[in-house]
């Protein structure tokens, strides 16, 4: 028997899911919370480790795919992800036992809770990303070769597809074409894999994770006290406290099949003089000080309000605006040589190899 | 000369600038009817004027508090998209306040993609079929909300006027008015708006008729959230931008009376202690007024963060302190040393002073950096077009913000476009203000009310 989740506890997700993402909008995440917490009064949602359920168990990633218009504009129905883990059993013949995350920040990092309720699908406390990233093919699933097909999408007019496609990159250009189509986003299941696998390849804790990420920023104290906290538990470093200074769209070009323009900020530590840069592409891919670097992609990077210990939005950010740039080491897999070979910075277009690339 | 003016409940407050100087500061009129306290409150300013009422050219009252405390009128709420909601958990929800304010809602098929492309045709039939039962009941105000349309208005503009040709009196507010990327924020901003219209019509007439007959010379605008003003008619279409100008008020007449078009203001109120920005003359914005975690009204706004004691000083940069408390026999809080005493309502102040502002902020398609270029000229010319019509003069338009957004998980070269212009009728702006000059005011002391004979 795994943990019930409470209502306090998907308040705390809400703030961890968008600490790690250091997301655009948090509206989604904050609607899925409220939708989440009316769902709670009369179910029970039940957190599990991936270690309660059986080596065979067949167990599936919950997560929206977008490109286009946001989830927050263009709200789903609700039936879309019952549909997708209904479309998965009709493929393999085989019933799902339990469902995870897709990712464990943004939108993806609360989705499942909901789907778990409508599903009565206990929720594995793991995930295959251990942050987020915008490629579906970018998890640590596809580092240890377990395939992400079939994939079942369904959008908000109700049109739904199920991709097979054996080559995860493959995959990812698919279903971002069929995503476009679907309006902009799409509900999808998919890595559908046995609990076995998931133990050997996944990140775990993440769910509980955000939760006490939520707890600390949550909390009624000081924004040194937060940061403390943040550190000891995720040793986290605050790499700069800096002000804006300059913020560019289309600071790079970008080619690639990757959702977003990229941007970039330029900040000032005025105590120190140096100058920090974000490279910015749906998530923040690195961060150089004085044209060195201090953080690079899958290293996670977040931005927290200097004065008032709050996620900055990246949206959110303006010239004159101090905000502490902190980073996060993520899930040991990225750091190996296939981690790296998928979400490094040249991954994302940025001819930047991450500096523990040749320790990998 | 200009007339910032303060209406609450069944009160009014003015203030006069001739330039950049206070010429009179009028106590809080309070009658038994708003309008009687207006009229009032232009009566006694006319007294105190005389001869020199023919040089008021404008007048801005910031009805803000007016809004908020009267009653929002019942709503039915058309909501757009392919689907409904397939069950309780995901029908759109609003703010508590503003829910018991929806009287009926109606699902229509339709929407857009970020592209603009239709992801549903347009239920317009089965609507159609509709609209005698929505037409036939006592509610007169319509609240329509699309998906998608930031990036088309077609179906919110052809329901619209579906409506329109049955009964033109109808109030309708569609929500591509409104920019924000999140469906509830535009619909519950649709929704307030359309609610608040009446108040806004009622308003603007009221304050116009009694504008005509004390200062027939002066043309009649209010106050909007943003810092700027508007012409008042625009109060019956637009309520909404006009909900919440105090803290934007307030930041811009602190900074005038600084003669700081630069800097941070931190507004020390017997609320407490708030801080903002002034950039060009004009609060520094954002374009949706938070709640927490509930629905945001997409409005721009001054940005006003609470002051703490972390709050990092930038030394190079100026700052205006304004002790605005009713009593200032106190320190401050954070050991903060006033630079501007409450010799005047700031806010008035604000009101009196504010510059006709307009707004683009729209999706665009670039295929590279020169078109990207392009587009935001496109974009800066639009609104200071904007700003033309709304009555200021060409030559004396200006850019405040011109800014581009990355649309995450977006559509490749999809951005979003955010253009502030400013403009004034004739001269005087902020940035003109050395300082400003305090003449005697006239009536009762700063901060005091009294009830008129009315």
């Keep these: ?360 | 000369m200009r007339i910032g003016l303060r209406l609450q409940g069944t009160s009014c407050r003015a203030l006069v600038l001739d330039g950049h100087s206070v010429v009179a500061a009028a106590a809080a009129v309070r009658c038994t009817t708003l309008a009687e306290a207006v009229d009032t409150t232009f009566e006694e300013l006319r007294h105190e004027l005389g001869t020199e009422i023919t040089k008021v050219t404008d007048i801005t009252s910031d009805a803000g508090r007016v809004l908020v405390a009267r009653k929002p009128a019942s709503v039915i709420a058309i909501r757009i998209s392919p689907r409904p909601p397939a069950d309780a958990f995901h029908v759109t929800g609003l703010p508590a306040l503003v829910e018991p304010v929806v009287a009926r809602t109606v699902h229509v098929g339709g929407g857009h993609d970020l592209r603009g492309r239709p992801l549903a045709p347009l239920g317009l039939e089965a609507f159609l079929a509709e609209l005698p039962g929505i037409l036939s009941g006592e509610v007169r105000n319509i609240a329509i909300t699309s998906v998608g349309s930031t990036a088309s208005k077609d179906h919110e503009t052809r329901i619209a006027d579906a409506i329109l040709s049955s009964d033109s009196e109808m109030r309708i507010s569609i929500s591509s008015d409104f920019y924000s990327s999140v469906f509830r924020d535009r619909d519950y901003t649709a929704i307030l708006n359309s609610a608040l219209m009446e108040t806004g019509e009622d308003l603007a007439a009221m304050l116009d008729a009694s504008g005509r007959r004390h200062f027939p010379s002066a043309t009649m605008w209010f106050a909007k959230n943003d810092g700027g003003r508007a012409p008042l008619a625009r109060l019956a279409v637009i309520p909404i931008h006009g909900l919440r100008p105090e803290p934007a008020m307030q930041i811009l007449g602190a900074a005038t009376l600084a003669g700081a078009p630069d800097g941070e203001v931190v507004i020390c109120a017997d609320s407490g202690v708030t801080v903002g920005q002034i950039r060009g003359g004009l609060p520094a914005t954002r374009s949706v007024i938070r709640q927490g975690y509930e629905a945001s009204l997409a409005s721009n706004a001054a940005v006003v963060e609470p002051y703490t004691a972390d709050h990092p000083v930038r030394p190079a940069v100026p700052s205006v302190i304004a002790d605005l408390r009713s009593g200032q026999d106190t320190p401050l809080p954070f050991g903060l040393v006033p630079t501007l005493a409450a010799a005047h309502d700031a806010g008035q102040v604000g009101s009196a002073v504010a510059p006709l502002t307009a707004w683009i902020d729209r999706l665009e398609t670039v295929s590279g950096r020169a078109d990207l270029q392009l587009v935001q000229r496109r974009a800066e010319e639009d609104a200071e077009s904007a700003a033309v019509q709304l009555g200021a003069s060409p030559g004396l338009t200006r850019i405040i913000e011109s800014n581009v957004y990355a649309m995450p998980y977006g559509n490749p070269g999809i951005v979003r476009i955010r253009v502030q212009a400013a403009g004034e009728v004739s001269g005087d702006t902020i940035e003109d203000a050395a300082e400003i000059h305090v003449r005697t005011p006239f009536g009762a002391g700063e901060g005091a009310s009294r009830w008129a004979p009315c």
């Design chain 1, 1 to 360: 028997m795994g943990a019930l989740l409470t209502a306090e506890d998907v308040r705390h997700l809400r703030t961890g899911a968008h600490f790690l993402a250091c997301t655009i909008d948090p509206t989604a995440i904050y609607v899925y919370a409220e939708m989440i917490e009316k769902a709670m009064e009369n179910r029970a949602l039940e957190l599990i480790s991936i270690d309660e359920l059986a080596p065979d168990d067949l167990v599936v990633a919950i997560g929206m795919v977008t490109q286009g218009l946001f989830i927050a504009d263009m709200p789903p129905v609700g039936d879309e992800f019952i549909g997708c883990i209904r479309a998965i059993e009709a493929n393999l013949g085989r019933q799902v036992r339990a469902i995870y995350s897709l990712a464990a920040a943004n939108i993806n990092g609360i989705v499942p809770l909901m789907v778990g309720l409508q599903s009565s699908l206990p929720v594995i406390d793991s995930d295959p990303m251990g942050r987020v990233f915008p490629l579906i093919s970018q998890t640590t699933l596809n580092i240890g070769h377990v395939p992400i097909s079939p994939i079942a999408l369904m959008g908000v007019t109700g049109e739904r597809a199920v991709v097979e496609a054996h080559n995860p990159q493959r995959a990812e250009t698919l279903v971002r074409a069929l995503v476009t189509e679907m309006g902009g986003w799409a509900a999808t299941a998919m890595y559908p894999c046995s609990a076995g696998q998931m133990r050997e390849h996944g990140v775990h804790g993440s769910i509980s994770r955000m939760i006490r990420i939520g707890e600390i920023l949550d909390a009624e104290t000081s924004v040194d006290r937060k940061f403390q906290q943040l550190a000891e538990f995720l040793g986290a470093t605050r790499i700069a406290r800096a002000r804006v200074s300059h913020v560019e769209g289309l600071s790079r070009p970008s080619d690639l099949g990757l959702p977003a323009l990229p941007s970039s900020v330029t900040l000032v530590d005025e105590r120190s003089g140096q100058i920090i840069r974000l490279e910015i592409q749906n998530e923040i891919l690195l961060v150089l000080v004085d044209g060195a670097i201090a953080a690079a992609v899958p290293d996670i990077v977040s931005l927290l309000n200097s004065e008032h210990g709050t996620v900055v939005n990246i949206d959110d950010v303006r010239v004159g605006d101090v905000i502490d740039v902190l980073k996060i080491t993520a899930a040991a897999q990225w750091y190996s040589k296939a981690g790296l070979d998928l979400a490094e910075p040249k991954a994302f277009g940025i001819p930047i190899e991450h500096p523990r690339r040749h320790h990998a």
